[in-house]
């Protein structure tokens, strides 16, 4: 099934099928940035605009590299900095930048809705949603399963536990989703502070309980607990969240012996995973996740571009 | 000059019936009642044929905010008063979350002046509870009751000292003043802009849980008990809160309590992808508390039934959905929504006039709402079945913020009547 989407805002519209038809098209990039080989030009000649209106250094670095490998015109624009400090509304940035006529356009915001918002203001370009408040990161969710499907094999019936801040996190909502959509099944751990409400209606198993939310599963992912939420807030204090839920070989002993371990970036070592866990080759996929975050953005923007430039040719004819 | 409407189906809410019938309009009151029209018409020297349409007595909305003073490009007195004309709202009852709030008697006057001159209906002013609504200090309860404030509340804000509020209460009830307070825990709803569940966390959107509202309704309730003010919820709009509203009545409290039409009419689903329209204080609940509300509005536990009329501007809805302002316009479509309950079967047509006009005018000590004789002749005439599309650029209001942009909507407002005089559609000399 081709992947029809104009922009990606999320994992919640796209087909199980389009999810594969990325990961599929993600796994050969990946191949040939393993072998050394050249990306191709599938975004030449177009021109890719990142907006942060957040800080960010891995995902905007890896956008930024997965556009050069395929030959867009990179640009990033220092939001956060600039305008919006002056009072510009998202509207009028939306407006700014159809003047300049982008062709792709990579959004950070901090607001849940942001990126959707902005969207349906901008014309005659694919919008890709690098995360928008509590609401969705999807390509951080493709790329864990890209990683997930290359490390286990498939992408289908395993058992995965998604541990920490879910309440707060953009990552653990695109996960769910996309991990429901590809049919396993999902645990999630955290204390009852950082559990999102009504949660149960998602379809997930949901643990206060490392140890025994982690038993048996094939995948371990860690979710970063935010420094500012830690002093009381949502959780009495670092060494005791650490001591209850951060990961260490103890607590993954319970998972299946093959189990991996995952995090989205950035650590904080010794807060939810133990250091030297993290850096253990045989469990830890960290760095895998990554290498293959540069694949999936690659196949994600080569996509739409490809939809992008059908849309541009079927408008051409009808006004010829 | 004497008017006659006949022809008409009259909706009488203090005697609970809807029959046939017409009404003699003199000196801005109702100088009779008839089950049909007299035989001689021309001594009359105005006669409608209400052409089988509903009668009734015009709608009083408690909780409209009239952006005078601080934002008139948001709403004036004169758009506010067009709209509430084209809704069948005969007075409407504002809101003193202005800028700045309506706490002193002098802002209290210059309000009641502009109404006076711009609206073509009624207009009664709420006044601030506490200076600046800034909840440390009462306002001069005595003055502004005395320059017309007929209720006294900090609207959306919620008093958290709760030695400020009982004062306040004490103080009111030396002077029979009725307070309105926004029902809702303040530490539990802060940041909040939308109800907790499966939704809002799909959305990503900092929620609130709807027992916010039960403990904001007890706390009240609990120093109502201890000073014996005379209370009324502005908005009760969760199943939670619903048994305590209920207790303190049984108790024989002299308490109150409305609720927004929308709230009766969308819940939380119907924000969708981020439609800012569909923001609201207290934001929209999950069905089974919709269902709850509109069960106890037609039981009664409920009394009144308003709009929050809360007027926003295009660029301050234009926003993320978090960084939006909350709040939707009502007046035009307070009734037409409101049938939406009568179509389906929840509500009668007394019963709905019953929260629509009579109860906010007794709760306000207002001789409107009743169609008797001797009652001032504030009258709406509405086709109960024609059906419409809104569309919000049609509206009086200046600004459009409505969530029922694009609904199928069926009852149309025909005719409005102020103290016997027309001022909906609008003669030529308003």
Redesign the interface.
């Known amino acids: 099934m081709p992947f029809r989407q104009p922009h990606l805002l999320g994992i919640?519209p796209l087909h199980p099928q389009e999810i594969a038809t990325l990961l599929d098209l993600a796994d050969t990039y990946a191949e040939r940035n393993r072998k050394g080989l050249p990306g191709g030009d599938a975004l030449q000649g177009l021109t890719q605009v990142n907006m942060f209106f957040e800080p960010s250094t891995r995902t905007q670095s890896s956008f930024e590299l997965a556009g050069r490998k395929l030959g867009a015109d990179v640009m990033n624009m220092g939001v956060a900095a600039s305008s919006v400090k002056k009072g510009e509304?998202?509207?009028d940035t939306a407006l700014t930048l159809n003047a300049m006529r982008p062709d792709l356009l990579v959004v950070r915001?901090p607001?849940?809705?942001?990126v959707?918002?902005l969207s349906q203001k901008v014309q005659n370009c694919a919008v890709l949603n690098a995360g928008?408040?509590?609401?969705?990161h999807p390509t951080q969710a493709l790329l864990d399963a890209l990683t997930i499907r290359r490390a286990k094999g498939r992408l289908h019936r395993l058992s995965i536990a998604i541990c920490g801040d879910i309440a707060h996190s953009?990552v653990a909502?695109s996960n769910i989703l996309l991990l429901h959509k590809m049919e396993n099944r999902i645990r999630l751990v955290a204390p009852p502070t950082l559990m999102?409400?009504?949660?149960d209606?998602?379809g997930c198993e949901v643990f206060h309980d490392m140890e025994e939310g982690l038993k048996g599963v094939d995948v371990v992912m860690m979710l970063r607990l935010q420094k500012e939420r830690m002093d009381g807030g949502f959780v009495p204090s670092e060494r005791e969240y650490f001591h209850r839920y951060g990961l260490d070989a103890e607590k993954l002993a319970h998972a299946a012996p093959d189990a991996i371990v995952m995090h989205p970036g950035p650590m904080n070592r010794g807060v939810e995973i133990d250091g030297t866990l993290a850096d253990d080759i045989n469990r830890s996929v960290i760095q895998t996740q990554v290498e293959m975050g540069v694949a999936v953005r690659m196949a994600a923007m080569d996509l739409l571009a490809q939809n992008l430039r059908a849309a541009r040719g079927r408008a051409a004819l009808g006004e010829a | 000059m004497t008017t006659l409407i006949h022809n008409a189906v009259l909706i009488d809410p203090e005697a609970g019936t809807e029959s046939p019938g017409a009404l003699v309009l003199r000196d801005g009151v109702l100088a009779d009642v008839l089950p049909a029209a007299p035989e001689a018409l021309d001594r009359f020297a105005e006669v409608i044929d209400a052409q089988g349409r509903h009668l009734a007595p015009g709608l009083v909305d408690w909780g409209v905010k009239v952006s005078e003073p601080g934002e008139r490009h948001k709403e004036s007195f004169r758009t506010a008063g067009l709209a509430a004309a084209a809704g069948g709202v005969t007075t409407i009852v504002t809101r003193p979350d202005t800028h700045p709030a309506i706490d002193t008697p002098e802002i209290l006057e210059f309000v009641a002046r502009r109404a006076s001159q711009d609206s073509p209906v009624r207009v009664l002013p709420m006044a601030a509870l506490t200076k600046g609504r800034e909840g440390r200090e009462m306002t001069e309860i005595g003055f502004l009751q005395d320059a017309g404030a007929v209720a006294f509340t900090d609207a959306d804000r919620v008093t958290e000292d709760t030695r400020v509020l009982a004062r306040a209460l004490t103080y009111a009830r030396s002077l029979q003043a009725l307070v309105v307070t926004h029902v809702q825990d303040p530490g539990l709803s802060r940041g909040a802009v939308m109800t907790?569940?499966?939704?809002?966390?799909?959305?990503?959107?900092?929620?609130v849980?709807p027992m916010a509202e039960r403990l904001g309704l007890q706390r009240d309730l609990s120093l109502v008990e201890m000073t014996c003010a005379r209370f009324h919820a502005d908005q009760v709009t969760t199943a939670a809160a619903l048994p305590a509203l209920a207790q303190a009545k049984d108790r024989g409290l002299d308490v109150t309590a409305g609720v927004s039409v929308h709230h009766l009419t969308l819940n939380d689903f119907d924000v969708g992808?981020?439609r800012t329209f569909f923001k609201l204080v207290p934001p929209l609940r999950q069905e089974e508390d919709r269902e709850a509300a509109v069960e106890a509005l037609a039981s009664g536990l409920i009394d009144v039934l308003c709009s929050q009329h809360t007027p926003q501007d295009e660029?301050s809805k234009?926003?993320?959905?978090?960084?939006a302002a909350a709040g939707a316009v009502g007046l035009e479509t307070l009734l037409p929504a409101s049938l939406r309950l009568v179509h389906g079967g929840r509500l009668s047509l007394p019963q709905l006039f019953r929260a629509l006009s009579l109860n906010p005018s007794r709760r306000l000590g207002l001789p409107t709402g009743r169609l008797a004789k001797g009652a001032p002749a504030d009258l709406v005439l509405f086709d109960l079945h024609a059906p419409f599309v809104l569309d919000r650029w049609t509206m009086q209001s200046k600004s459009k913020n409505t969530p029922f942009d694009g609904a199928r909507l069926q009852g149309r407002v025909r005719g409005t009547w102020v103290a016997g005089r027309r001022v909906w559609p609008l003669p030529k000399d308003l």
């Open positions: 919640e509304t998202l509207i915001h607001q849940s809705g942001a959707d918002l928008d408040g509590r609401h969705e953009r909502r999102p409400p009504g949660i209606a998602f | 907790s569940g499966k939704f809002a966390s799909l959305r990503g959107l900092p929620a849980s992808d981020y660029e234009r926003l993320p959905f978090e960084a």
